[in-house]
């Protein structure tokens, strides 16, 4: 992207009276009025003002004085930390985000504690990140997580920052957020962060409009400008979530894009008295659901797409608990925020489960918090069965909320033409015993693949992207035909079967996937009342005979038996069936060691084995493969 500034005070002034006069408010329609410009609070007034502040300070129920608790712990880990070392070359994500989580606790913590060291602090961490020449324009990701950062610090501090530490922060916010985005193009294909359908929009637009509206007095015309192109264009990345919550990038960027959607939201509503109904589109109060139905009986989510492991709590989930009045959806944020305050008190995590870190985001967590949900804790489970239609058509089918030995499997359908897609349409996990025995690897390194100069971001039918193990066919739970790739421009539909005394199940329609090499492809989940669960693919042939195969990737030792395949784990064992019905057929079993890397792209992963259950079937017939996974052995 082309530079817009140098660093010379002269040079500066005059760009910024330049391009301050070239910025025009937005004709588009918008739900904001020059009435609601007008009519501003005063600071601070995004997300809380001293009246929330002061509810913060004496809220007094187990949950509020656990989230304090843990509040503390953290600016005191920050007054003491050693100062951010800001990369001068290449990105700077990872240091903003630090900066993002020590401003956001050291600012709160201030405003309810007092303590004049969390100001201090803070100011310093703010001044530090001021005074870079720039907040990484290249990778604007590092500019929406930077303008968070330093839109919410102004805001809740204004009155203890002087006038010149607010106009030097006001000028970097200009110059180092807001009018490089100005330079940003909006794409006809939705490929631009401006007005894509990906979770970029949501951080960059979210990240941009706090800001804004942090220097809102200051810069009427140009925050305004920015503000409403934020209303404007992150309704494309909210048609996602439509119709039933579902989210095509996965769990951890549903958790990454979704946040910032909410911060958004927050951000006009306290603002301004409106959300401009950016939380009423199709889908997006359903997505709380989505995220608790992605979760295993082993706590794992079903880590599809490029996952990354950050075993963060999830703030917003109070968020949308409070939004819709649901104690039903806190159950889960809370045990996390409970594992934390004991890990805190104790130094360790107690608790079975995983190991949660501090999300940075925990003091906005400490806002949306509403006491009086404890009063209902009683409602109704969510559903053992859950299905999702849209850009992510899911299943997922439990036989316990409650047991961590549950059976559990999870169906995607969708394409990998999406943002972080894998060709992975028809995969699934599949859980019991407490087991994990179908998995999914996850992402992998962008560092890697950058350095295997593969065509990282390109999911066109013959990308360099899919020859890397993990984000290509040979690492997923996918059947295959003559080891071929999926055909990127196919979308695999997911439609729930009836329940059948008391089993429950989905097929999902992969035909358009497998297109150029059989007519039709369907693969269907049952889970049982005994827990035991199948996977059966159903395909028709064309004019060609097709090599076909089931692949199953997993960390258990994988040993073959007369029917099938027997898996152990940690002390537990899953059998698998293969059963090929109304046929003689017998299809040939393969367990093979893919723990070592392929390419110089890959990453090792210890442990893993692909268990193939291959069939050749003649042109123009039908074949059948059923695998029934029982729990134990048999």
Not at 247 to 257: A, K, L, M, N
Not at 390 to 414: C, E, H, I, T, Y
Not at 434 to 440: I, S, T
Request: glycine share 6%; charged share 25%; proline share 6%.
């Amino acid at each position: 992207m082309k530079r817009l500034f140098h660093t010379t005070a002269l040079s500066l002034t005059f760009l910024f009276t330049t391009l301050k006069a070239q910025v025009n408010v937005s004709k588009n329609a918008s739900c904001l009025t020059d009435e609601n410009w007008r009519k501003l609070p005063a600071h601070p007034r995004l997300y809380a003002n001293v009246v929330r502040f002061e509810a913060i300070r004496s809220q007094s129920d187990k949950v509020s004085k656990q989230l304090l608790a843990l509040l503390k712990k953290e600016a005191d880990k920050h007054v003491v930390a050693d100062k951010i070392v800001y990369p001068t070359t290449g990105f700077k994500f990872d240091a903003m985000r630090k900066v993002q989580g020590r401003i956001l606790s050291l600012a709160l913590a201030y405003r309810v504690f007092g303590d004049k060291r969390y100001f201090e602090r803070a100011k310093a961490e703010l001044i530090q990140l001021a005074e870079l020449p720039d907040w990484c324009p290249g990778h604007f990701l590092d500019v929406g997580e930077a303008a968070l950062a330093a839109g919410v610090e102004l805001d809740w501090l204004y009155d203890e920052l002087t006038p010149n530490e607010r106009e030097k922060i006001t000028l970097a916010i200009v110059k180092n957020a807001l009018l490089p985005s100005l330079e940003v193009k909006t794409s006809p294909n939705n490929t631009s962060w401006v007005n894509g359908n990906f979770n970029w929009n949501l951080v960059c637009n979210g990240g941009l409009s706090v800001a804004a509206l942090a220097i809102a007095e200051k810069e009427p015309a140009l925050s305004r400008q920015i503000v409403e192109r934020a209303i404007k264009y992150v309704p494309t990345a909210g048609e996602a979530y439509a119709p039933d919550g579902s989210f095509p990038e996965g769990p951890s960027y549903w958790s990454y894009g979704t946040s910032f959607y909410v911060i958004l939201i927050e951000a006009l509503r306290t603002s301004f008295g409106t959300t401009c109904d950016l939380e009423k589109l199709p889908g997006f109060l359903k997505t709380a659901d989505y995220n608790n139905q992605m979760v295993g009986a082993t706590g794992e989510d079903f880590n599809y797409s490029d996952y990354h492991v950050e075993n963060l709590n999830e703030p917003i989930m109070l968020w949308f608990a409070r939004e819709q009045n649901r104690p039903d959806l806190i159950n889960g944020e809370l045990t996390d925020v409970s594992r934390l305050y004991e890990a805190m008190n104790t130094g360790s995590n107690a608790q079975p489960g995983k190991n949660v870190v501090i999300s940075r985001h925990l003091p906005l967590e400490i806002i949306w918090w509403k006491p009086s949900l404890l009063k209902n804790r009683t409602s109704t489970p969510p559903p053992l069965h859950w299905t999702a239609s849209g850009l992510m058509p899911m299943a997922v089918a439990r036989s316990s909320w409650q047991d961590p030995n549950a059976s559990f499997v999870a169906l995607k359908g969708g394409t990998p033409d999406n943002s972080h897609g894998h060709t992975d349409a028809g995969s699934f996990v599949l859980e019991s015993d407490g087991v994990r025995w179908a998995v999914d690897l996850g992402t992998e390194s962008y560092n890697k693949m950058r350095a295997a100069k593969l065509d990282l971001w390109n999911y066109s039918q013959n990308s360099s992207r899919w020859t890397t193990f993990r984000c290509g066919p040979e690492s997923h739970n996918i059947p295959r035909f003559n080891n071929a790739y999926q055909d990127i421009s196919g979308l695999g539909q997911v439609r729930a079967l009836p329940n059948e005394k008391g089993t429950m199940g989905d097929r999902a329609d992969l035909s358009s996937l497998y297109k150029s090499q059989v007519e039709k492809m369907t693969r269907t989940i049952k889970l049982y009342p005994d827990r035991s669960m199948s996977i059966m693919d159903e395909w028709k042939a064309a004019s060609d005979t097709v090599d076909y195969d089931f692949q199953w990737i997993t960390k258990a030792k994988a040993t073959l038996q007369s029917y099938g395949v027997l898996l152990e784990q940690k002390g537990k064992t899953l059998t698998l069936k293969v059963e090929i019905p109304h046929s003689n057929v017998r299809p040939e079993i393969i367990i093979e060691d893919v723990s070592e890397p392929k390419n110089s792209q890959d990453s090792p992963d210890p442990g893993v084995s692909r268990i193939l259950i291959r069939v050749k079937i003649p042109a123009n017939s039908n074949g059948v493969v059923r695998v029934m996974a029982i729990p134990g052995t048999v």
